[in-house]
């Protein structure tokens, strides 16, 4: 069922990425962010824990409010999967705000900004076939670290502008 799924969403994705979706309450970023975040569960069930990152980082990209925590708790499902990527011991004590490049003190734009930046950067599908697994070993752990900043900004020293 999980396959079928995926079968049929692929089917209609191309339609539905670039839509405008008129008439449906929301903006149009919202419902491509909800798009990403139920291809990325169908994706998971079906056993592509990479593609279904790849489609839950697309969605956090676009999503605000509830859907960005629905992403969130979805990113960690994707992370904590039996077919999932568990960080090592390293990649665990670093301090995420060192991983996206930055220092305590910046605020919640400055991370989101840096996060784009460096997962455009290290894409799996934007490197040489060479490099690929590399790439997607920074980019699982640049993700890591977004999502843990973004949990909790002020226990990693980021500044909120509307606080």
Not at 23 to 48: D, I, K, V, Y
Not at 68 to 86: I, N, T, Y
Not at 131 to 160: N, T
């Amino acid at each position: 069922e999980a396959q079928a799924a995926v079968v049929a969403a692929e089917a209609f994705w191309p339609q539905w990425r670039d839509a405008d979706f008129p008439g449906l309450p929301g903006t149009a970023a919202e419902w491509r962010a909800r798009l990403h975040g139920w291809r990325a569960e169908s994706l998971l069930t079906a056993g592509s824990v990479s593609e279904a990152l790849q489609e839950v980082m697309r969605g956090i990209g676009l999503a605000q409010g509830k859907q960005l925590e629905h992403l969130r708790a979805l990113m960690k499902k994707v992370m904590d999967s039996p077919h999932g990527f568990q960080a090592s011991a390293s990649q665990r004590r670093r301090d995420p705000l060192e991983i996206l490049g930055l220092r305590r003190g910046v605020t919640i734009g400055d991370v989101r900004k840096a996060y784009r930046q460096l997962a455009l950067k290290y894409h799996p599908d934007k490197q040489r076939p060479e490099d690929a697994e590399k790439a997607q070993q920074a980019f699982v752990e640049i993700a890591s670290a977004y999502e843990k900043i973004m949990e909790d900004p002020k226990l990693h020293g980021v500044k909120d502008p509307d606080d």
